[in-house]
Nanobody, 119 residues
Framework: VQLQASGGGLVQAGGSLRLSCADSGRFGMGWFRQAPGKEREFVAAISFPGRKTDYLSSVKGRFTISRDNVKNTVYLQMNSLEPEDTAVYLC?????????????????WGPGTLVTVSS
């Protein structure tokens, strides 16, 4: 498993970005983020094949997690971005195929992609 997140960048507050994570396979998938000086935080998760999703309360309604099981890719569509969303975003894969909010739920992690939201 070689997870690779991409799609990060610099965006103004109120803008949008779409993150991608390749090699999602048949895993339950999650997105986490880590801001400077803060602990890693759960953002969103999706089960395999995709019937269940879960979100951090502060991103619900702004972020959408989805997956394309043909392309083996998971996406995180981020709208109405806020400066507080600035962080390195990481994708993770779980052998359990279910959603999960804790880091221990996930077996594989990829390098992150930096999202910077300017005010």
């Amino acid at each position: 498993v070689q997870l690779q997140a991409s799609g990060g960048g610099l965006v103004q507050a109120g803008g949008s970005l779409r993150l991608s994570c390749a090699d999602s396979g048949r895993f339950g998938m999650g997105w986490f983020r880590q801001a400077p000086g803060k602990e890693r935080e759960f953002v969103a998760a999706i089960s395999f094949p995709g019937r269940k999703t879960d979100y951090l309360s502060s991103v619900k309604g702004r972020f959408t997690i989805s997956r394309d099981n043909v392309k083996n890719t998971v996406y995180l569509q981020m709208n109405s971005l806020e400066p507080e969303d600035t962080a390195v975003y990481l994708c993770a894969a779980s052998n359990l195929q279910t959603v999960g909010r804790t880091s221990s739920h996930y077996n594989y992690w990829g390098p992150g992609t930096l999202v910077t939201v300017s005010s």
